[in-house]
Structure formats: structure tokens, C-alpha cells
């Protein structure tokens, strides 16, 4: 190009449509289905397309608005600050609770959460448990039984105004939520008496109007192993079922839309948690809006904005290689913060087997402070605006969660199907079939069901967790004062509550603690390229049982690797080679073997898998197993010697 030609764009390349890309990409497939290859037919029900372009835009209603304008899709705020949460136990001892407070308020925390007893609920108690923390510059929140809710509420307006704060400044939750005890601990509550406890509550903080004390704690849901779509169609019912009750009970319509505040769960799919609390604040101010009256129209808008305390999942925590968590945590806190959420607690990556330490706290405290004091997320509103694909994930999302919202309200709502045991028996499906995923690797667990560390014990770090507000499934703790069991009354189902690792740890725990570790050998034999790949997807197979694995770079023949096995005393021998060579080395190695203790595993499903299964060789590990079932049969087998 001469010095003086000027490079145009536009001009010198011409313009491709959506259809000359994707011609080309059918092209490069060569013969491949483009949407069996290419379209990702997501959990949530929907699909997700291999690229997206400017014309996808066009039509969306999520584009259009801007953020802290109505309806609030781009964020309730002008900025993107975030409040730092950490919750403490103040179950037993309001001095210690408050020092821990005060220590942590000095380390960027933002935000407190308190877990209360009903049974020490005095003013004194909350005297002492406040004690050198100035309200006014902090968020406050409390997690109590429903029905001391309202005498906390009281004591909170008599301490603040004792204290000569300005009330209607002060801003934290106290967290009234009978639905979600009602799946938790499976104790039928009618809907009056529910209706009766949130207003009972709302009328008492009435003078705390900053204080959202209805909580939606859709939360639970996610450490159920809920799809993002599914806990945001529940959460939006959910939240609807509270506002019909408040309204009414007579309380105006803008003072219950600000009392609600949202306790929902991140889960570990990046871009689609984006867009679930995206599509959340949408889908919310519509559904807020359906309460107009001539009266709050005004009020009622800008009462819209749904309020969101974001809390890092459970569901996919794990006991074995925890510091991995501090990676999934990492990435759930980054997705909730570019959605624009208004509080956020990271769950520490101990919690699954001890109660968090003071380390593991700091942890989950920098772990945000990293987010905003160096990579600048509280500096730019809702980054996500204009992106080709979460815009359409966005209402993707949006659309998917207003379909099963939808059917919820036409089923009866929330309450009515909690009090039934639907929504408890559609996340006990939901959760059956992603624990499926995970056995068979669809769904994969770093650490877990994939690429484990070979050498970890973790048996002796086990310990019981004795609060933390919820353990380490997500349920309530015996000593945490949402744990009361209360009167007795008839039983419902209760939400099922699991962590996607669990029977993984088990089955590795099992052989943990077995009076001898299995040694499994690589046999590897043939072709190069097969026997290594095969070697190194077998370890990773067996170790996810915590046997002990040996990897060999070849043997000549199969007489020779046989042997060194039995020198390694191996209680496994998995024949590793290409699918051509298993038709004659497998039938050798299973005479050499037949009869004898070791357990002999082809690594593979080769054409001729049928031919050796009428020899009496049945173990075949390959990509299209179920491994933990596949490793529970040979658990039986090993460990019972």
C-alpha cells in the first residue's frame, strides 16, 4: 500500500451476511449436522446458537432502556457498587457475634448477616450484639424464625431510635419467609397463617421503610440443583405470592414491592447467570407493575426494582481438591457482580467440610475486594448491554422463566404447590437428573468426577459443621435458630438438598478408609498414540475412586506387563491399546489373567467388544460410561476382599 492510499474498511471488505458464515462453517464441518455439532441445546429449554450478529438485536426488548430506568433490565442503579456481605452466628453469644462483626467491618466488609436464636431474642441481646456498629453506614440483616420477626422489628426501631439514627436512612433485611421453611423443614402452614407472619412483620418495621423484611430465598433452590431458568420462574412466583398477600392485608402496594428483597443463588454457568438476574429484574418490574392502582403509580415504578442479595452455590462445592471451589466461587461472584446485583455473600471453600475459618473468611472477603479494588467491576454499569449473545441469552432466559412462572400461577401459585409437594417433587427430579449428568460426566466436577488428585485424603479433615447459617448442603444447622422446629402441625415434603460431588466423596471416602488401597496398572501395549491416551484417561478414571494408579510407557509383549503388575502387586490390570489390537492382545491377557485375583478392564468400547464379552471379559471403561456406577461395581468387588 503506497504512503499516501488510506485504508477503508467498509470499502475494501465487503460485507457477510449471517448466512455466508454460516455456509462456510457447514463447509469446514465437512458433512456434519450444523446443529447436532454446533447448537447447544441448553438445560434451561432453550437453544443457544454458534454465533450471534447485529441482527440478532433487532426486536429485543431488553436493548431499550437505560440503566436505573424503568424496567430496569440494565440495573436499579446509576453505578455498579455492590455490598460485601459475611454472615455470623449470633445464635449463642451476642458479645462474641458483635467483636467478630467489628473486626470484620474493618476488612471491607459492607454488609452483616445475622443468624439469630428466637429464645435469646431480648433488646438487651440486640444491645450487645450491635454494640460500636454505626448503622448508618452499614447494611444490617438478620435471619430469624417468622414468628419473632415482628418483636425483632420493634426492638430494632427502639435501639435505632435510642441511638438518635435517623430510621428512614437505614437500610438491611430481617428475612421473613415461611415458604422457605416449609421446604425446608416440610411443616404445613396455611396461608393465612403465612399472610399473618409477613404482615405482622412489614406493619412492625413500618418506621425501618430502608429494611426489606420479606425474603425470597430462591437461594435454597439453587443448592438443590436448580437450572437457572427454574430458580427464577420460582423466585418470581414466589415473590408474587408474598405481594398478593401483603396487598391483601391491606399494606399499599409500593411499601410491599419494597419490602421484598430477593436471596438468590449464583450458579457456575457464567454467561447464563448474567443473563438469569438480567431477565430477573425484567421480568419482576412487569410483574410488580400488574399492582398499579390510580393511587402509587409513581411509587409503585420506582418500588419495581427488584432488590437482589446474591449468594456463590453449594450445589457444586466439594470435600476433595477444595481449593478449586475458590475458582468456582471466583467466577460466580464475577458473573453476579457484572449483573448488577446489590449484594453479594461468598460462601468460603471450606464449608463443605469444616465450619469456615478465619482464613478461609478472608478468602471469601478478598475474593470481592479483588473484584472492585483491582479489576474496577463497581466502575462500569451492566457491561453486558449490547453483547450479541447475552442480550439474546438475556431474553432467552426471560422467556423460558415467564413460561414456567406462568404455569405456576395457573397451577395455583407457590404456596398452593409447596403445600402440595410439587415444587418439592420437581426439584427432586430435576436434581435425580443432574446427579445423572454428573455420574456419567456430562456435568463435570474438577477435582471430582474429572481430573482428581491422585494422592488426597481427605477423611480426617471431615468435621461437623455447627453454624453458618445453613450447612453444607444448604439446609438450616441443628443450632441456627431457623432450625427451631416450632410447633407441631402436619408434614409436607421437604426440598431435597444435595452437593452434585456427593456420592463421589463417599465412594472415594469408602475406599479411603478400606484396610487396603487398590493399585490399578496400566497395561499398556500397541500403538503409541492409543496406549497413552487410553493410560491417561484411565488414571483419571480409577483415581476418581481414590485407587492408587500406575502408568507405564509400554511392554513388548503382554507376558511382560502381566508381570510387572503382579511385581507392583496391582489389584487392577486395565489393558490400554488401540481398538484394532484389543481383538488379539485382550483374549491373551484374559487367559494369562483367567482364574486369577486381579480385576482385568479393557480401556475402551472396541467394535469387537461383543466377541470379547463371550469370553467372560465384562469391564470396559470409556467415554460413554456411567463412572460412578461403573466404580461402585468395582468397589464391591475390590473391597470386600
Not at 183 to 204: D, H, N, P, Y
Not at 219 to 246: D, F, H, K
Not at 309 to 338: C, G, H, I, K, P
Not at 455 to 477: D, R, S, Y
Request: proline share 3%; with cysteine; net charge positive.
Amino acid at each position: 500500500m503506497a504512503d499516501n492510499e488510506k485504508l477503508n474498511l467498509l470499502a475494501d471488505f465487503a460485507p457477510v451476511s449471517a448466512q455466508q458464515w454460516k455456509d462456510k462453517i457447514i463447509a469446514d464441518l465437512k458433512g456434519a449436522d450444523f446443529d447436532k455439532k454446533l447448537v447447544w441445546r441448553t438445560p434451561e429449554g432453550f437453544s443457544v446458537q454458534p454465533f450471534y450478529r447485529r441482527e440478532d438485536l433487532k426486536g429485543l426488548k431488553t436493548t431499550v432502556s437505560a440503566p436505573g430506568q424503568f424496567p430496569y433490565v440494565r440495573g436499579t442503579r446509576s453505578n455498579n457498587e455492590w455490598a460485601i456481605r459475611q454472615n455470623i452466628c449470633a445464635c449463642k453469644n451476642a458479645r462474641k457475634a458483635n467483636a467478630k462483626a467489628l473486626e470484620v467491618l474493618n476488612k471491607g466488609i459492607t454488609s452483616l448477616g445475622f443468624c439469630l436464636d428466637k429464645e435469646k431474642l431480648t433488646y438487651h441481646f440486640i444491645k450487645t450484639l450491635l454494640n460500636g456498629i454505626y448503622a448508618p453506614a452499614v447494611a444490617i440483616n438478620f435471619s430469624i424464625c417468622a414468628c419473632a420477626a415482628p418483636k425483632l422489628a420493634n426492638i430494632l426501631v427502639r435501639y435505632y431510635g435510642r441511638m438518635g439514627y435517623d430510621t428512614k436512612g437505614l437500610i438491611g433485611s430481617i428475612n421473613v419467609d415461611p415458604i422457605k421453611n416449609m421446604l425446608l423443614k416440610g411443616k404445613a402452614l396455611t396461608r393465612e397463617q403465612v399472610s399473618q407472619k409477613i404482615a405482622e412483620t412489614v406493619k412492625a418495621a413500618k418506621s425501618l421503610p430502608g429494611y426489606r423484611v420479606v425474603g425470597v430465598n430462591s437461594v435454597i433452590l439453587n443448592n438443590s440443583g436448580a437450572y437457572a431458568a427454574q430458580e427464577l420462574a420460582y423466585a418470581l412466583a414466589w415473590g408474587a405470592e408474598y405481594m398478593t398477600m401483603m396487598t391483601e392485608a391491606g399494606i399499599p402496594n409500593y411499601r410491599a414491592a419494597n419490602a421484598i428483597r430477593f436471596n438468590m443463588g449464583i450458579g457456575g454457568n457464567y454467561f447464563m447467570e448474567i443473563a438469569k438476574f438480567r431477565a430477573g429484574r425484567l421480568l419482576w418490574a412487569k410483574i410488580v407493575e400488574a399492582y398499579k392502582d390510580p393511587i402509587f403509580t409513581t411509587a409503585l415504578r420506582n418500588a419495581a426494582k427488584m432488590n437482589v442479595s446474591a449468594e456463590t452455590s453449594r450445589f457444586n462445592m466439594t470435600v476433595f481438591d477444595a481449593y478449586v471451589n475458590l475458582l468456582r466461587s471466583q467466577t460466580e461472584t464475577m458473573s453476579a457482580a457484572l449483573a448488577g446485583v446489590d449484594e453479594i455473600t461468598v460462601t468460603p471453600f471450606d464449608v463443605t467440610y469444616e465450619e469456615p475459618t478465619d482464613f478461609s473468611e478472608r478468602i471469601a472477603r478478598n475474593q470481592q475486594l479483588l473484584l472492585k479494588e483491582e479489576a474496577h467491576f463497581d466502575k462500569v454499569v451492566d457491561p453486558a448491554a449490547g453483547s450479541y449473545y447475552l442480550e439474546n441469552l438475556t431474553a432467552s432466559i426471560a422467556a423460558e422463566a415467564w413460561k414456567q412462572f406462568l404455569d405456576i400461577q395457573e397451577r395455583g401459585g407457590m404456596y398452593q404447590l409447596v403445600s402440595e409437594g410439587k415444587v418439592q417433587e420437581h426439584m427432586a427430579a430435576n436434581l435425580k437428573a443432574r446427579l445423572a449428568d454428573v455420574a456419567k460426566r456430562k456435568e463435570v466436577l474438577l477435582g471430582s468426577n474429572q481430573f482428581p488428585n491422585f494422592t488426597e485424603k481427605a477423611g480426617k479433615k471431615i468435621k461437623v459443621v455447627q453454624c453458618n447459617g445453613l450447612t453444607a448442603k444448604g439446609g438450616p444447622t441443628a443450632s441456627c435458630a431457623c432450625g427451631h422446629t416450632g410447633e407441631a402441625g402436619q408434614q409436607i415434603p421437604t426440598l431435597p438438598l444435595a452437593r452434585a460431588a456427593e456420592e463421589f466423596e463417599s465412594l472415594r471416602l469408602e475406599t479411603e478408609a478400606a484396610k487396603k488401597q487398590p493399585v490399578a496398572f496400566m497395561l499398556t501395549i500397541g500403538n503409541l498414540a492409543m496406549r497413552i491416551a487410553r493410560a491417561q484417561f484411565s488414571c483419571n478414571f480409577l483415581a476418581c475412586a481414590g485407587y492408587k494408579v500406575i502408568d507405564n510407557n509400554g511392554f513388548a509383549t503382554i507376558a511382560e506387563g502381566i508381570k510387572a503388575a503382579r511385581k507392583a502387586k496391582a489389584d487392577i490390570i486395565v489393558l490400554c491399546s488401540s481398538d484394532d489390537e484389543y481383538a488379539d492382545l485382550a483374549p491373551k491377557a484374559w487367559k494369562k489373567l483367567q482364574g486369577k485375583k486381579e480385576l482385568f478392564i479393557v480401556a475402551g468400547a472396541p467394535a469387537c467388544m461383543e466377541d470379547l464379552q463371550k469370553l467372560g471379559i465384562t469391564n470396559f471403561i470409556h467415554v460413554r460410561c456411567n463412572v460412578l456406577e461403573t466404580l461402585k461395581s468395582f468397589n464391591a468387588q475390590l473391597l470386600k476382599k
